[in-house]
């Protein structure tokens, strides 16, 4: 409609112009029509400008809009995933078992072990020594628990991913952070899961002993992040 108008505009004026021009707007010779389409050629190349604008334009809104719903529905997907997710993590939780004991009760047990150690090779010894006892269902349970974080990491911006680690660190003991972050410095949670520790504040509800033993092992892979509050998540 917009470019119609244009062109209704343009004709009114150019056929003012060469009128005014010639003198009488009923006298019109050969000339005066060429001047005339010579007019619209112009005009022609204007519009077919605009519409290949135009056209641009809509291809490029309707693109932005597929790439919103695109990211709506695989956001919508990964929180179902994140959700089904939890539900394993509980039941491999219960599999866990160490001394006799399974479930939180042997994570219970495994940080009285390790926390009356030194924390460096002591610490690395007594468990590894854990882990081997606990025949494995504690490695799975770590695998679980990596896959749900690197779901979240790679599915939502940082600061949308943080409100559902919240949701997952609710939901976890906090002899089970003793355990992941043990696992992050000397098992197999090395390097993956001690950035995602440190990148998403995993052991700020970790409690004080815990903390404080934590932050002694020697080196600098529990950055300080990982144990304060969060900042820069709105």
């Given at each position: 409609?917009?470019?119609?108008?244009?062109?209704?505009?343009?004709?009114?004026?150019?056929?003012?112009?060469?009128?005014?021009?010639?003198?009488?707007?009923?006298?019109?010779?050969?000339?005066?029509?060429?001047?005339?389409?010579?007019?619209?050629?112009?005009?022609?190349?204007?519009?077919?400008?605009?519409?290949?604008?135009?056209?641009?334009?809509?291809?490029?809104?309707?693109?932005?809009?597929?790439?919103?719903?695109?990211?709506?529905?695989?956001?919508?997907?990964?929180?179902?995933?994140?959700?089904?997710?939890?539900?394993?993590?509980?039941?491999?939780?219960?599999?866990?078992?160490?001394?006799?004991?399974?479930?939180?009760?042997?994570?219970?047990?495994?940080?009285?072990?390790?926390?009356?150690?030194?924390?460096?090779?002591?610490?690395?010894?007594?468990?590894?020594?854990?882990?081997?006892?606990?025949?494995?269902?504690?490695e799975h349970y770590f695998r679980i628990t990596y896959h749900i974080v690197r779901l979240l990491n790679s599915s939502f911006a940082k600061a949308d991913a943080y409100e559902?680690?919240?949701?997952?660190?609710?939901?976890?003991?906090?002899?089970?952070?003793?355990?992941?972050?043990?696992?992050?410095?000397?098992?197999?949670?090395?390097?993956?899961?001690?950035?995602?520790?440190?990148?998403?504040?995993?052991?700020?509800?970790?409690?004080?002993?815990?903390?404080?033993?934590?932050?002694?092992?020697?080196?600098?892979?529990?950055?300080?992040?990982?144990?304060?509050?969060?900042?820069?998540?709105?």
């Amino acid at each position: 409609l917009v470019l119609l108008l244009i062109y209704g505009f343009w004709a009114v004026a150019v056929f003012t112009q060469i009128s005014l021009e010639e003198g009488v707007v009923s006298n019109w010779g050969a000339t005066t029509l060429g001047q005339f389409g010579d007019a619209f050629g112009g005009l022609n190349a204007l519009m077919v400008s605009l519409a290949a604008t135009f056209t641009w334009q809509t291809l490029r809104d309707e693109r932005q809009r597929n790439d919103k719903l695109q990211k709506r529905d695989l956001e919508q997907q990964a929180e179902l995933t994140f959700f089904r997710m939890l539900e394993m993590r509980r039941a491999v939780l219960d599999d866990v078992t160490y001394d006799g004991v399974r479930g939180i009760s042997a994570f219970k047990e495994m940080r009285a072990r390790l926390i009356v150690q030194a924390p460096g090779s002591d610490l690395r010894l007594a468990y590894a020594d854990c882990e081997s006892s606990a025949g494995g269902t504690l490695e799975h349970y770590f695998r679980i628990t990596y896959h749900i974080v690197r779901l979240l990491n790679s599915s939502f911006a940082k600061a949308d991913a943080y409100e559902y680690i919240r949701i997952l660190r609710s939901q976890i003991s906090g002899p089970e952070q003793f355990l992941i972050a043990v696992n992050a410095v000397h098992g197999r949670g090395k390097p993956k899961m001690l950035d995602h520790i440190n990148n998403f504040s995993f052991l700020h509800t970790l409690d004080t002993p815990g903390k404080i033993f934590l932050r002694s092992i020697p080196g600098e892979d529990l950055k300080e992040a990982a144990f304060t509050s969060p900042t820069g998540f709105s």
